[in-house]
């Protein structure tokens, strides 16, 4: 859902867990049970999409004080790395509100307990929420995953939001529904009139009179009178 912004988002944190909070059907959002652990805290920012190696080492490490920072800057908290009550307090109402959203999409038979903690049911049912948006299964909840979430969790609770929400600071921009284009209307091509080609006349071909060949007259060859003897 809108909650648990990343690198990009400057929403107003409470803006958003209000709209959450309609959202979900007779929630109530338990306070933080006890400080996280650091492993159990770096759970919570791998799972809502933060870069961060899941280990109990102390939380001092450049990587996981960039994730926190990240996680106190989306949310209006003091930007300092260091993972205080109050950056410990919105991480646990952000888990809460993504398994109250789970529970109301999913109905699953066993439902999530809403607690703090971002463990191994909490990953299956991110992981069937993937599969059911027809989403790449990784049992991350990032932003587009809970902005999905959210949407489907209003749909399934039927409540309309019955308060305004407060302008956040930065709305993710959305992108315009682009309007039908008008179909131009085609106008049928007028087939051209055929026009019967005219028969060429034939013109006889005149047959070449034979000139006649000449034959030549022969000549008389005289036979020579035999003179007679005396």
């Known amino acids: 859902m809108w909650c ?7 929403t107003i944190a409470t803006a958003c867990l209000v709209t959450a909070s309609l959202v979900a059907s007779n929630t109530s959002f338990a306070a933080r049970q006890r400080n996280y ?10 799972g809502l999409g933060y870069k961060v190696t899941v280990n109990n080492s ?3 490490d450049n990587e996981t004080k960039q994730a926190i920072r ?4 989306g949310y209006k908290l003091t930007v300092d790395g260091i993972p205080g009550p109050k950056t410990q307090d919105w991480a646990a109402q952000i888990v809460q509100i993504l398994q109250a959203n789970l529970n109301a999409v999913l109905k699953p038979k066993n439902p999530l307990p809403r607690d703090q903690f971002y463990g191994p049911q909490t990953e299956a049912l991110v992981k069937e929420a993937q599969k059911k948006f027809q989403l790449q299964e990784t049992g991350i909840a990032d932003l587009a995953f809970r902005q999905k ?14 308060e305004p929400t407060p302008t956040p600071t930065a709305t993710p921009t ?8 008008t179909k ?3 106008k049928p091509t007028p087939k051209p009139s055929v026009r019967p080609t005219a028969k060429p006349t034939a013109t006889p ?26």
Do not use: C, W
């Not at 652990?37 to 791998?46: G, I, M």
């Not at 959305?174 to 284009?181: L, V």
């Not at 034979?210 to 000549?219: D, E, F, M, V």
């Not at 008389?220 to 035999?226: D, G, H, I, K, L």
């Open 70 to 73: 990240e996680f106190q800057k």
């Open 184 to 186: 131009p209307t085609t």
């Open 205 to 230: 071909t005149a047959t070449p009179t034979p000139t006649p060949t000449s034959t030549a007259t022969p000549t008389a060859t005289p036979t020579p009178t035999p003179t007679s003897t005396p």
């Open 174 to 181: 959305s992108t315009p529904t682009p309007k039908p284009t």
């Open 58 to 60: 102390p939380l001092t």
């Open 37 to 46: 652990s650091p492993q159990q805290f770096r759970a919570v920012l791998h």
């Open 149 to 162: 979430l959210n949407e489907e969790a209003k749909s399934a609770t039927g409540k309309p939001t019955t």
């Open 4 to 10: 648990g912004f990343g690198k990009s988002s400057v």
